[in-house]
C-alpha cells in the first residue's frame, strides 16, 4: 500500500509528486513511457509560475538554461511590420518574479533531481496505468503488464488524454481545430535573423509563428501553428503568403510531427472518493495564455499547501485543494479559447 500514488510522471505529475514530498508526505509516481522525458520543446513560465518553481524549491537549478526575454513583439506575417511590443523586463518588478522561457527538457530534469534528491519520492518508469477501481479511502490501479498498487490518495498528472479522468467525469476533449508544428535549431544554424532578447509572435489570419531562444541563449525554438483545414495541402502552403521571414523560418520546422490542439469543457468537479485530478488531467487548456503547464505548477504548490494543513486527512486536503484551485484554472480554461480565432494569440 502506497500512501500517495501520482500517475504521470511528466512536468506535472513530478512537480506534484514533489509539492506533496515537501509537505511530509511519502509519495509514489507511475510512469508509462519507459524513461522520464517530455516531448516538446520551449516553454513559457510567466511570473506565477515563476514563483510556483521558486516555492517548489527549483527556480534556481533551471536559472543557467532558462532566458529571460527583455521583450514581446508582435508582427504581421504578411508584411513583417512590427504590431506592438511588451516590455518583459518589469516583470520582475511588478509582479515579484520573472517571465522566463525555457526547454521543457530543461525543467522536467531539474524536477527528477529534486524527486531523486527527496527520500519521500520513488517513481516508477514503464508502468501504463489502464484501469483503477476507486472507493472513499482507497484506491488500486491496475497497469498493462499485469502490476497492481494500492493507494489511500491516487493523483491523476496523466494529461489531456488521462486514463484516470473518466472514473471522475465522462466527457470528451474538444478539437480546437488548430494543429501545432514545433521545432529547435542551434541558434548559429537558424535561416533568418533573430532577435536572442525577445519573444517574437508573427500573426495572421488562420496562423502564427512563435519564435523565442532556449537553453541559455544555445538554441531557438520555433512553433508554427495553423488552422488543420489551411495546412491540409502542406505546412509551406499554410504559409505561403507570409513575408520570406516567416515562411524562411517555417521551413525549418520539421514535417515528421504534428500536435492537435484539443481542450475540454472545465469539469464541476476533480474528486471522486481517494481520487484528485491536477494539471492537465483536471484542467487541459488551450495554449494561447501560455498557462497550461503554469497551472499544473500552481497545482501542486497548492496541494502542497492543503496536505500541510491536512496531513492526515486526504479528503479535506482534496476538497480544500479543488476549492482554492477551481475558479482560477477555469477562468484560464474560458479565456483561452477565443484566441485562437482572434488572430492575435500566444503559444508555448
Known amino acids: ?151 489511500s490518495a491516487l493523483i491523476a498528472a496523466d494529461g489531456l488524454h488521462s486514463t484516470l479522468r473518466k472514473h471522475v467525469i465522462q466527457d470528451d476533449v474538444v478539437p480546437s481545430g488548430y494543429a501545432a508544428y514545433r521545432g529547435t535549431l542551434p541558434i548559429d544554424e537558424v535561416p533568418t535573423e533573430i532577435d536572442d532578447d525577445a519573444v517574437v509572435l508573427w500573426v495572421a489570419p488562420g496562423l502564427h509563428l512563435m519564435q523565442y531562444p532556449v537553453r541559455g541563449g544555445a538554441v531557438y525554438n520555433q512553433v508554427a501553428v495553423v488552422r488543420t483545414d489551411l495546412a491540409a495541402e502542406s505546412l509551406d502552403a499554410a504559409f505561403a503568403e507570409t513575408c520570406p521571414q516567416v515562411r524562411t523560418a517555417v521551413a525549418a520546422i520539421g514535417r515528421d510531427r504534428s500536435w492537435p490542439m484539443f481542450d475540454r469543457t472545465p469539469a464541476s468537479t476533480w474528486i471522486r472518493g481517494c481520487l484528485l485530478l491536477v494539471g492537465d488531467a483536471a484542467h487541459p487548456m488551450l495554449q494561447y495564455l501560455g498557462q497550461g503547464a503554469c497551472q499544473a505548477l500552481e497545482d501542486a504548490v497548492e496541494l502542497e499547501r492543503q496536505f500541510r494543513a491536512h496531513h492526515a486527512d486526504v479528503g479535506e486536503a482534496f476538497a480544500a485543494f479543488q476549492r482554492a484551485r477551481m475558479p482560477r484554472t477555469h477562468r484560464c480554461q474560458t479565456s483561452a479559447r477565443p484566441w485562437g480565432s482572434s488572430g492575435t494569440p500566444t503559444t508555448r
Open 1 to 151: 500500500m502506497h500512501r500517495t500514488l501520482v500517475v504521470g510522471g511528466g512536468i506535472g505529475g513530478l512537480a506534484t509528486a514533489l509539492g506533496i514530498a515537501r509537505s511530509g508526505r511519502q509519495v509514489h509516481v507511475l510512469e508509462r513511457a519507459d524513461a522520464l522525458v517530455e516531448i516538446g520543446a520551449g516553454l513559457q513560465v510567466g511570473p506565477n509560475a515563476s514563483r510556483a518553481l521558486d516555492e517548489l524549491g527549483i527556480l534556481d537549478d533551471i536559472r543557467p538554461r532558462a532566458v529571460f526575454p527583455r521583450r514581446g513583439v508582435m508582427r504581421d506575417a504578411r508584411s513583417g511590420k512590427v504590431l506592438t511590443t511588451l516590455d518583459l523586463s518589469s516583470f520582475d518588478h511588478r509582479y515579484g518574479y520573472p517571465y522566463i522561457v525555457l526547454h521543457r527538457g530543461d525543467l522536467l530534469e531539474a524536477l527528477v533531481r529534486h524527486c531523486a534528491a527527496n527520500d519521500l519520492v520513488t517513481v516508477e518508469t514503464g508502468r501504463h496505468v489502464t484501469s483503477a477501481t476507486v472507493s472513499p479511502g482507497q484506491a488500486r490501479v491496475k497497469c498493462a503488464d499485469g502490476a497492481e498498487y494500492e493507494t
